[in-house]
Nanobody, 121 residues
């Protein structure tokens, strides 16, 4: 069955870095787009980034452009989100998801359990 497991979250000071991992099982990552989302307390879930499989295109929310980088290692069936220059407003639970499509789209059917990222001094 399709499963996504996030890891790599934690507590970091402002200006610090974290790398989140999204390990996929039950399907071959090579063929599908993966998105990263986040949800802060009291706020709606928002899309952070996405990487397609068809041409490797990447997309970022304006709030993270230039600071976050999404990448994939198909051999490890894993997608990463490198987060640099972290700000307190990046604090949220981060989720990865897939719609089992080769391109990034607004619809995602499979979600991981999330990993907490807290940016605080």
């Amino acid at each position: 069955q399709v499963q996504l497991v996030e890891s790599g979250g934690g507590l970091v000071q402002p200006g610090g870095s974290l790398r989140l991992s999204c390990a996929a099982s039950g399907f071959t990552l090579d063929y599908y787009a993966i998105g990263w989302f986040r949800q802060a307390p009291g706020k709606e879930r928002e899309g952070v980034s996405c990487i397609s499989s068809s041409d490797g295109s990447t997309y970022y929310a304006d709030s993270v452009k230039g600071r976050f980088t999404i990448s994939r290692d198909n051999a490890k069936n894993t997608v990463y989100l490198q987060m640099n220059s972290l700000k307190p407003e990046d604090t949220a639970v981060y989720y990865c998801a897939t719609g089992l499509r080769g391109y990034c789209s607004p619809s995602y059917d499979y979600w991981g359990q999330g990993t907490q990222v807290t940016v605080s001094s």
